[in-house]
């Protein structure tokens, strides 16, 4: 039971690549979150998921988006990467409820150059 | 968005002291929840608070839910050095909605 995994765990970008981040999860979980942390402030929260085939904005959803095509699997992606994203991205997956626990990731540490 | 003010930023504390934090908000909250993250790792749930005045211990760990229902608080009795991480706090205004996180109170205690 591996819990929630993330992939790649670090990655450096050039302003304008694209990449994907990877959430997995193996608890049968129904949602999904993914939320970015930088110094000082916290986590705060991209995008969610609620199911399979649904997703939904959350604080700071702007230049993300996300997909979940399988129950078990949240996917980030970032079309044109910018320096302000560079960040530490986590993502988290609860039962059924908001606050269920959340069990979360050991992130991805992405800098964007 | 929801602001959750947490404080201290950081604190330096010796081994065996007891440690105070808490959180504080402008809105009720409906819930509040307090995590740990270690360094290099992802956030783990401590304490889950779902009442106002409701008063929950976890080992040296115990938490309370204000009475205004605008703070919280986390108390660490007995410091040790695995106590060393970042502690946020996390609330929930109304049902349904995400969560919102505080900005973290960094913890490091001297042996």
């Known amino acids: 039971n591996a819990g929630v995994t993330q992939t790649p765990k670090f990655r450096v970008l050039k302003t304008g690549q694209s990449m994907t981040l990877l959430c997995a999860q193996d608890?049968?979980?129904?949602?999904m979150y993914w939320y970015r942390q930088d110094p000082g402030m916290g986590l705060r929260l991209i995008h969610y998921?609620?199911?399979?085939?649904?997703?939904a904005k959350g604080e700071v959803p702007d230049g993300y988006n996300v997909s979940r095509l399988k129950k078990q699997n949240f996917l980030l992606g970032l079309e044109s990467a910018a320096p302000s994203q560079t960040s530490v991205y986590f993502c988290?997956?609860?039962?059924?409820?908001?606050?269920?626990?959340?069990?979360f990731g050991p992130g991805t540490r992405l800098t964007v150059l | 968005g929801q602001q959750l003010n947490q404080s201290p930023q950081s604190m330096f504390i010796q081994e065996g002291e007891d440690v105070s934090m808490n959180c504080t908000s402008s809105s009720i909250f409906n819930t509040w929840l307090w995590y740990k993250q270690d360094p290099g790792e992802g956030p783990v749930l401590l304490i889950a608070l779902y009442k106002a005045g409701e008063l929950t211990s976890n080992g040296r760990l115990t938490a309370q839910f204000g009475i205004t229902r605008k703070d919280s608080f986390l108390n660490i009795s007995a410091s040790i050095p695995s106590d060393v991480g970042i502690y946020f706090c996390a609330g929930q205004p109304a049902a349904g909605n995400m969560l919102t996180f505080g900005g973290g109170t960094r913890l490091m205690v001297k042996p």
């Open positions: 998921s609620v199911g399979e085939g649904t997703t």
């Open positions: 608890m049968n979980h129904e949602y």
């Open positions: 988290a997956s609860g039962l059924s409820e908001v606050t269920d626990t959340q069990y």
